[in-house]
Antibody, heavy 118, light 108 residues
Framework: EVQLVESGGGLVQPGRSLRLSCTAS????????MSWVRQAPGKGLEWVGF??????????EYAASVKGRFTISRDDSKSIAHLQMNSLKTEDTAVYYC?????????WGQGTLVTVSS | EIVMTQSPATLSVSPGERATLSCRAS??????LAWYQQKPGQAPRLLIY???TRATGIPARFSGSGSGTEFTLTISSLQSEDFAVYYC??????????FGQGTKVEIK
């Protein structure tokens, strides 16, 4: 079964850091690009960023709202993608989803909640 | 940056009726458009990609059409499990991979 499982969410103070993980199973993780998408409480979906597969350089792209603060990485040997979030703001509070990216987002994890509050 | 606009914000439909949801792009995205369904407390689910190709396991009552800047998601006969929020997303010109703001389909 193709599956993505996010972990690492929780309550964090403004200005602090948090690292989310996305563990994949059921497919060859290294063959795919991965995206992170977030959803603030009661709001719509916001694309956060993307990492290409190693075959396409493993490079990253980010939304303007997180560029310079968030970093996406991947460890293909462990089938894991990470979202490193620094200098967190209250407006970063959201459920964070990872997804398998082929342009369209065909597989999604269940999400992990990040709450930024003092 | 491409902006995606969905209409209406809320659509009230009776079970068994047809629902038509619209998505407009601020500039052409060719056919690089996907639709997602999201139910409360759940992750989004891919319905349509390439503007008109149903994802694996998606019932035939869901259909997508359009190209360029105007797109439509049609649910031919609404079932109880179809009441949800629907999002469009372009992947033609990015970053960002822009989503529309969503259309909530509710029971009339």
């Amino acid at each position: 079964e193709v599956q993505l499982v996010e972990s690492g969410g929780g309550l964090v103070q403004p200005g602090r850091s948090l690292r989310l993980s996305c563990t994949a199973s059921g497919f060859t993780f290294g063959d795919y690009a991965m995206s992170w998408v977030r959803q603030a409480p009661g709001k719509g979906l916001e694309w956060v960023g993307f990492i290409r597969s190693k075959a396409y350089g493993g490079t990253t792209e980010y939304a303007a709202s997180v560029k310079g603060r968030f970093t996406i990485s991947r460890d293909d040997s462990k089938s894991i993608a990470h979202l490193q979030m620094n200098s967190l703001k209250t407006e970063d509070t959201a459920v964070y989803y990872c997804s398998r990216d082929r342009g369209w987002l065909g597989v999604w994890g269940q999400g992990t909640l990040v709450t930024v509050s003092s | 940056e491409i902006v995606m606009t969905q209409s209406p914000a809320t659509l009230s439909v009776s079970p068994g009726e047809r629902a038509t949801l619209s998505c407009r792009a601020s500039q052409s995205v060719s056919s690089n458009l996907a639709w997602y369904q999201q139910k409360p407390g759940q992750a989004p689910r891919l319905l349509i990609y390439g503007a008109s190709t149903r994802a694996t396991g998606i019932p035939a009552r869901f259909s997508g059409s359009g190209s360029g800047t105007e797109f439509t998601l049609t649910i031919s006969s609404l079932q109880s499990e179809d009441f949800a929020v629907y999002y469009c997303q372009q992947y033609n010109s990015w970053p960002p991979r822009a989503f529309g703001q969503g259309t909530k389909v509710e029971i009339k």
